[in-house]
């Protein structure tokens, strides 16, 4: 009877380990893959969109918290302890759906670049609705930590109310530059193999662990 028990409990947490295991290994689930892929692809023509199309040095202002950079990502890797791969991926579409907004009204109905970057947010949100899609609902209302709690408070900060040393000026290349880098890090198994930021990120983070 013992020995039952026993090997019910090893079975049942062997079971648990199994089902835990895809959540716990691999962050991004397989289907956001084919959404972020597609997304990745309209970002290399980010250049010519989102730079030669506007004037020389042009920015727009955003709030500091908005300019999410890899080494930003990694500062959060190492100063927060445990730190669960999918609140930094639920930073990334935080920021970024900010940044895209952004970017979309500055440019006037007829302005080239305006199909490009509308179609850019519509990719990014078929991605975020994969993102939602794949996980249970009570992961979004876990508590996030308090570092990264306090970064999305700001992002949600009435503008009028953001002071003005919080403010930035950015241009919309080096935003969306940010935004690239960042997605090939945070979701790193769908762009093994890709070019040389997202090996650092994913260095620089194992390192970390
Ligand atoms: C992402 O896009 C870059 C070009 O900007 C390309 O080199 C890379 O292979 C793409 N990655 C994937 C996984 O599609
Ligand atoms: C753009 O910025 C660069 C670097 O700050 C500066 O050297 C250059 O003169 C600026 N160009 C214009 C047209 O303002």
């Known amino acids: 009877m013992v020995q039952l028990s026993t090997s019910v409990y090893l079975l049942g947490g062997l079971l648990g380990l199994f089902l835990l295991s895809p959540v716990l290994m691999a962050p991004t689930p397989a289907s956001m893959c084919t959404p972020l892929r597609t997304l990745n692809d309209s970002l290399s023509h980010r250049r010519r969109y989102m730079k030669h199309n506007f ?54 109905e007829r302005h080239p670049s305006r ?5 850019l ?21 876990k508590d996030l930590p308090e570092t990264i709690q306090d970064t999305w408070d700001h992002l949600t900060e009435e503008p ?17 530059d940010n935004l690239c880098h960042t997605m090939q890090c945070l979701f790193g198994e769908c762009f093994a193999g ?7 990120c994913v260095s620089q983070w194992r390192k970390g662990r």
Not at 115 to 119: F, I
Not at 160 to 176: D, G, M, Q, T
Not at 194 to 200: M, N, S, V, Y
């Open 55 to 108: 004037p020389i040095n042009y920015t727009i202002k955003v709030h500091h918290k908005e300019i999410l950079k890899l080494s930003d990502v990694n500062r959060m890797r190492s100063q927060v302890k445990e730190l669960d791969e999918l609140v930094l991926q639920r930073l990334w579409f935080q920021v970024n759906q900010g940044v895209l907004k952004k970017i979309i009204r500055v440019m006037p």
């Open 115 to 119: 199909p490009y970057t509308t179609e």
């Open 121 to 141: 947010e519509r990719r990014f949100k078929d991605v975020e609705g994969v993102f939602v899609q794949s996980h249970p609902a009570e992961v979004f209302q």
């Open 160 to 176: 009028e109310r953001v002071p003005e040393s919080n403010w930035r000026f950015a241009s919309p290349k080096a935003l969306l």
């Open 194 to 200: 890709a070019e040389a930021p997202q090996h650092h």
